[in-house]
């Protein structure tokens, strides 16, 4: 069950809808699941809490920024399996991943069951950079950065890691598809000092 609230949404009504218009404040949830014994057969037991905050925002002409901090725990784990285990998932070697929900440079995956802290950032420039170099406005081609922050007490371990990449986005039919190439540093306290390239490839909504 997730339940989330935005301060102040401002919205405006048409004759058989409501349409959202936005609010200078990110949104509040608390996601919650619960391992139920003995329904339906059910052995699990389990309880699992999260709060985030999350929210996406233009600055001026300089581009668009989004982040997403999260942080939770097991309330109960009387009855916990595996495959029920709340991971910080290692990450691929070649994909660029969902930067406000995982990490591209995190070398381990790590279960927890006591409380995290996990934060990410990224911003589009929107070509309010590429597009002052010459020619390169027409290439349509965009930048990005980003940054993550995890902290898992439970194993001592910090984590944090920066992005830059170049990405361009193509019609296809009625779909518009995001290419991009990046580049990512990362660090730690149980880990070496690294960088790595990645690619995604994401079709747009």
């Given at each position: ?81 595996e495959v029920d285990y ?120």
């Amino acid at each position: 069950m997730t339940l989330s609230y935005i301060p102040f949404q401002k919205y405006m009504r048409e004759p058989h809808r409501k349409v959202v218009l936005g609010s200078k404040w990110p949104e509040f949830y608390v996601y919650y699941e619960k391992g139920i014994p003995k329904l339906l057969g059910s052995e699990i037991n389990h309880d699992y809490i999260r709060f985030g905050i999350r929210q996406s925002f233009k600055i001026s002409t300089f581009g668009t920024s989004s982040y997403h901090t999260t942080t939770g725990k097991f309330l109960n784990s009387k009855d916990l399996r595996e495959v029920d285990y709340k991971y910080h998932r290692r990450s691929d070697q070649l994909w660029f991943s969902n930067p406000l929900y995982s990490f591209q440079d995190l070398d381990t995956s790590l279960p927890t069951l006591d409380w995290y802290y996990e934060a990410h950032f990224i911003h589009h420039f929107n070509g309010a950079l590429i597009n002052k170099i010459p020619f390169m406005k027409k290439t349509r081609i965009t930048s990005v950065a980003g940054t993550g922050y995890l902290w898992v007490p439970e194993h001592n371990w910090q984590h944090y890691e920066f992005f830059v990449g170049l990405e361009r986005i193509f019609k296809i039919t009625k779909r518009r598809i995001r290419l991009g190439l990046y580049v990512t540093f990362s660090d730690g306290n149980q880990s070496d000092y690294r960088n790595s390239f990645k690619i995604s490839f994401s079709v747009l909504d």
